[in-house]
């Protein structure tokens, strides 16, 4: 089983949610073998994702009219990559300094083996 489950909430990972989180994603697949929970990206991560979403509606909501969202495309551009820069810097620092049971993953990913009953099916 390979499941991904998309997350932009702040939670305790101490704390069992009736929500998807790790902790209530471990007891959901509590039967099953080599379950493993990963976070994917953090608190940067989350920001620099909402950040460039934010900007991509911003360029989509420049009129096409006389070529002014081809105009100012390089623009966009640069705030893109300005915003990816920051997230990696920020990501490098939450990820050497963060140390906390709070977390603020983009995405949970979940893989698990279904157990093989007495049968052997």
Known sequence: MLISVPLVWEYDRTVLEHRFTGPSLMRLFGGWDEVTVIENGGRAVSWATLSALIVSMGEWHVPERF??????????????????????????????????????????????????????T
Request: proline fraction near 6%.
């Open 67 to 120: 070529q002014l969202r081809r105009a100012l495309h390089p623009g966009f551009a640069g705030l893109y990559l300005l915003v990816n820069g920051v997230g990696l810097v920020l990501d490098g620092v939450e990820r050497r300094f963060a140390r906390s049971s709070m977390t603020l993953p983009m995405n949970l990913l979940v893989t698990a083996r279904r157990p093989v009953n007495a049968s052997g």
